[in-house]
DNA sequence: CGTAGTTTTGTTTTT
DNA sequence: CAAAACTACG
């Protein structure tokens, strides 16, 4: 009896074959990740292979640590050796210790989309390109095809077709500077630069591939051609190179994916061994015949049929409704229903959709029903605004050269610097030679800015503090010191806005992270931190533990299973999308197509498809056809008929005609009945005692929910987005402690370092911290937490 | 310089 | 509809 033993054959030979390069396509859920890890444990237990010598990439990481994980239980010794990582970590790994060859420091900074949006408009202002005729947004797109075609600047420039080419061009040579100048890379840099480190430096390449003998790449079909290039230079001496995909699977084209990769593997790597997995041992028959039924009408495409052991189960749901909030009250109600009947779990359910957009209507029931759920995608943790200038000054005490983020904080809080003062010190910087902060330095030889001045120096003293104290603070001291000398939670407490709690929860939030981080990590450092946050998403760090429904899109899902699927609306113009349907490549709706065929296939046994006839869109009211998708499964396979095809549907195919099936609509009534409602607060969650993801933002009439969730152990925060990253522990518990008691009590007087003197009115035991009550002399009355306040008794 | 109020604009998907 | 960009005023 061995561990491979429970393998089937085709299975058992795409383990066994470890030599020379192999292509496995692999249908959903023929268990991939289950032969990659077996395959990594053959080689090293069967055949002798070093853990050192595997390497192992993954899109994810989600995928990543899941892979790392079964490969640790699989593989007994040395399975700390291999190499378990995403494509973007992998580079940035091997970046951080030669990037220094290409002329950037090895502490650079990793941009996200916006900071290269901010950088784009910097080189708009800088070559004086008025942003109504050519948009940031399209030359960033342009760009980023560029690179991960590997088409630098200049061969950029050289094969630019016209003036809106050339402008392009133009603009790239100079935001690459900015990137430079600033010791920055954005996301596509990051495999960029890879690739030209290793063409430019044929040792180094040299180096990793005699430590990458044996490499595999999961999720194949999604690679662009710079993760192409990567591989092939990584893999050309020793040509072990497994690679696993499902050409049908292939949904990120937007991204570059390029699915020639997956399609013309056999032709790159001739002698190449090719296996098919088409037993699925996720879903019932019915579900595949579906999804098989769908995939068929796509041309070139290798041809596999997906087939179950399993029974054929339940038909799959189709319903219909007039509204998509009737569509997502439907959805709510029967997945409460089901877990109810103890059918099912709520993680074990998952609701998918085409659109972030969709996820609003869809939360709002939930929150309304008490159902417990995650949301992944939309507005990541790290996205919020209170969380990215928390991060914009740890970046810039870790990189000194980083403009952007000197540029976001320096009136954040409010110092009175404005955009003249920070355009004035831009222009003596770019005339100089300097970086942004350097001229800040120099304020005082700065022409023409006058009463600023003064406002500057205070703000590089306070940097100067900052960056000579961080090495000896430690991570944790570091972002409380910022906390402290900045204000940036002081600010918050006063003010009156009505999302300033929650806001300052996400600040403690990240405090916990950053705690988490220092305490957990062998090495802890604040570029490690950053670079984690840089490259970790929200769907990386769903916590499976809790038990609730999932919400997210059909990309999101890709990889995941659930017992029960709902996809929603399901209409031609939402999914396909009107974008896809408009263009005139085939393929964009083949790509829609793909999406379409993964997300039935996410469902094990039980997959509902909604369908709306209205919806709102950009504040219109939308009338859809039912999708294509769902008119190409066999009608037997589903529990309800097809709304009959209007004869200006049946022309729907043809773009014009689709056109006039949009209307635009006033709205009568139907509005109302999704703003209104009583909705409950946190407080009331289930009867399980869950907490739920409080959506807070999802209606404006929610005003006491912000609040209530302040107190929750897992509340959500503001703008809907439940806290899906946010881990239960406290701010307070680790890192901070409460004081046991104050110095000051009621009545005594106090200074702050912001507001001044000031009288305590009161004094409140919470839970977390003293919520103390001030009237400043000046700044009049403030309440604040005691901890971060630093009130000193007079 | 800062803010409130007004206008405009939305590519759908994301490492 | 909602977020972002812009404008005008104190």
């Known amino acids: 009896m061995s561990i491979y033993d429970s393998l089937n054959n085709e299975q058992k030979q795409a383990v066994m074959h470890t030599e020379g390069p192999v292509l496995i396509l692999a249908g959903a859920g023929s268990g991939k990740t289950r032969v990659l890890v077996h395959r990594i444990a053959y080689m090293i237990e069967e055949k002798g292979i070093a853990p050192y010598n595997i390497l192992a990439i993954t899109f994810t990481n989600k995928a990543a640590g899941e892979m790392r994980e079964r490969v640790d239980n699989l593989v007994g010794f040395g399975s700390e050796q291999i190499w378990v990582a995403t494509f973007h970590s992998t580079c940035v790994r091997i970046l951080r210790r030669h990037i220094d060859l290409l002329g950037f420091d090895t502490n650079f900074t990793i941009y996200d989309s916006d900071d290269s949006k901010s950088v784009m408009k910097q080189v708009f202002k800088n070559l004086n390109i008025d942003n109504k005729q050519l948009k940031e947004k399209r030359v960033l797109n342009a760009i980023s095809s560029a690179k991960d075609e590997l088409i630098g600047p200049e061969q950029f420039e050289r094969d630019a077709f016209g003036y809106d080419e050339q402008r392009i061009a133009t603009c790239y040579k100079e935001y690459q500077e900015v990137l430079r100048s600033s010791n920055a890379l954005d996301f596509d840099d990051i495999i960029f630069k890879t690739v030209e480190l290793f063409k430019t430096h044929p040792e180094v390449l040299d180096n990793y591939s005699e430590r990458f003998r044996y490499i595999m790449v ?84 290798k041809e596999k049929a997906l087939w179950t052991s399993q029974g054929e189960g339940d038909k799959l749901h189709f319903r219909q409704f007039d509204t998509a909030y009737e569509e997502a009250e439907y959805i709510a109600d029967d997945l409460e229903r089901e877990v109810r009947k103890a059918h099912v779990r709520f993680k074990e359910c998952a609701v998918l959709y085409r659109t972030n957009a969709q996820s609003r209507i869809l939360e709002e029931k939930f929150v309304r029903d008490g159902i417990p759920y995650n949301l992944v995608g939309g507005v990541n943790f790290y996205d919020r605004k209170e969380i990215k200038d928390m991060l914009a000054y740890l970046r810039m005490v870790d990189n000194a050269r980083d403009d952007l983020q000197v540029k976001r904080i320096i009136n954040v809080p ?110 802890p450092s604040l570029s490690g931190f950053l670079e984690e946050v840089a490259l970790v998403s929200d769907l990386d760090d769903m916590d499976e533990q809790e038990d609730r429904a999932v ?244």
């Open 218 to 301: 999961d999720e194949y079909q999604d690679t662009n051609i710079a993760q192409y290039e990567l591989i092939r230079l990584l893999a050309k001496k020793y040509r072990n190179l497994c690679v696993v995909g499902d050409d049908d699977q292939s949904i990120y084209k937007f991204r570059g994916a390029n699915i020639r990769n997956i399609l013309d593997f056999e032709q790159h790597f001739e002698e190449a061994f090719v296996i098919k997995l088409e037993q699925n041992y996720r879903s019932t028959q019915n579900i595949l015949d579906a999804a098989n039924a769908v995939i068929r009408n796509n041309v070139g495409r």
């Open 551 to 794: 919400l997210m899109t059909i990309h999101a899902a890709k990889g995941l299973e659930f017992e029960r699927v709902y996809i929603a609306g399901c209409e031609d113009g939402v999914f396909p999308s009107y974008m896809s349907m408009m263009d005139t490549d085939p393929d964009a709706i083949e790509e829609e197509r793909r999406l379409a065929y993964v997300g039935i296939t996410r469902a094990k046994k039980d997959l509902t498809i909604t369908y709306a006839r209205c919806r709102m869109n950009k504040g219109e009211f939308q009338y859809n056809p039912v999708s294509r998708f769902v008119r190409e499964i066999p009608e037997h396979l589903l529990d309800n008929t097809l709304p009959k095809q209007k004869k200006v549907e049946l022309d729907s195919y043809d773009n014009d005609s689709y056109e006039r099936n949009i209307f635009k609509a006033k709205p009568f009534g139907l509005g109302n009945g999704s703003t209104a409602g009583n909705v409950f607060g946190v407080g009331s969650g289930i009867s399980s005692g869950n907490v739920f993801g409080a959506g807070s933002g999802i209606s404006k009439g929610f005003g006491s929910l912000a609040t209530g969730s302040t107190s929750a152990s897992k509340a959500g925060s503001k703008n809907g987005k439940p806290s899906s990253t946010l881990n239960a522990m406290s701010a307070f518990s680790k890192g901070m402690a409460k004081a046991d008691k104050l110095e000051y009590g009621v009545g005594d007087r106090v200074s702050h370092v912001k507001y001044g003197q000031g009288t305590v009115l009161d004094i409140l035991d919470d839970v977390k911290d003293y919520k103390v009550t001030v009237e400043f002399d000046g700044a009049g009355k403030k309440v604040m937490y005691a901890m971060f306040a630093k009130l000193k008794k007079i």
């Open 414 to 523: 409010r110092r009175g610097i404005g955009q003249t003062t920070i355009d004035r010190i831009t222009t003596y910087a770019r005339e100089h030679a300097l970086t942004f902060y350097e001229a800040c330095e120099e304020v005082r030889d700065i022409p023409s800015i006058g009463a600023a001045a003064k406002k500057i120096e205070g703000f590089v003293d306070m940097v100067r503090v900052m960056r000579a104290s961080a090495p000896e603070y430690g991570l944790r001291g570091l972002i409380n010191d910022i906390i402290e000398r900045t204000g940036y939670i002081a600010e918050l407490q006063a003010s009156e806005e009505e999302d300033a709690e929650d806001r300052i929860d996400n600040i403690y939030e990240l405090v916990n992270k950053i705690v988490y981080y220092e305490d957990t990590t062998d090495e």
